[in-house]
């Protein structure tokens, strides 16, 4: 079945530094790739998503890239700020595993230092 | 709006307990997901209702009881839990058309813990 590795599992950066996200699957049919924001205590808030027909997609401070042939994605963090701090899930769905299924990196733990 | 609203926030139960966990959305959404969580892990899969009818399930123990009332409604009930059952329960919804993966909204969970 379909895999995700994440890495890193923890991320410190100064407060206006920018901080990257890696992550890669293993099913070349996967096509839909979102990208979740956990705070503690809460449940995962969906940030960010692309798709296998697009290598790049950008809102304010995120963005996210795709490379295909690679099959690797990434999540990249501008101009961080406190509120940023946070565990990041990557996500794959739409290949073996169907539609429906998510099937989730890790996690990374995030850290913004003042 | 994409809100997914669940109670209890909060749950204890003993081992010989019978209690229910609720989840509800009004996004017109027919795909709905139980997933449960342990602490500093991934949300794992339990349930996918579609259009109101099971259509996955993982390999999750019977103690264990999804039930979908209504196009906006999830339950799951749970009977004879184990300590290990304690987690983060977490319901999801999505859009669902053939063979399209579609945006997966969470709600806020339920943190059970079984005594």
């Known amino acids: 079945g379909e895999n995700v590795e994440q890495h890193p599992s923890t991320l410190s950066v100064q407060e206006g530094d920018s901080a990257v996200i890696k992550c890669t699957y293993s099913?070349?049919?996967?096509?839909?790739f979102p990208w979740y924001k956990q705070e503690l205590g809460k449940g995962p808030q969906l940030i960010i998503d692309i798709r296998s027909n697009v290598g790049e997609k950008k809102d304010q401070r995120i963005a996210v890239t795709l490379n295909k042939t690679a099959k690797h994605f990434s999540l990249h963090i501008t101009e961080t700020q406190p509120e940023d701090s946070a565990v990041y899930f990557c996500?794959?769905?739409?290949?073996?595993?169907?539609?429906?299924?998510?099937?989730f990196g890790q996690g990374t733990r995030l850290t913004i230092n003042p | 709006d994409t809100e997914v609203t669940q109670t209890p926030k909060h749950l204890v139960m003993g081992m010989t307990n019978k209690k229910s966990l609720k989840c509800e959305q009004h996004?017109?959404?027919?795909?709905m997901y139980w997933y449960k969580q342990k602490a500093k892990k991934p949300p794992e899969l339990m349930f996918v209702y579609s259009y109101e009818k099971l259509s996955i399930n993982e390999s999750v123990p019977s103690r264990f009881s999804p039930e979908c009332p209504n196009s906006s409604l999830l339950n799951l009930h749970l009977h004879a839990l184990q300590p290990e059952d304690s987690a983060l329960y977490l319901c999801a919804s999505s859009l669902l058309l053939a063979g399209t993966s579609y945006e997966q909204y969470f709600g806020p969970g339920t943190r059970l813990t079984v005594t």
């Open positions: 996004m017109g959404h027919r795909a």
């Open positions: 099913d070349s049919a996967s096509n839909y």
């Open positions: 996500a794959s769905s739409g290949g073996i595993q169907g539609a429906q299924k998510l099937v």
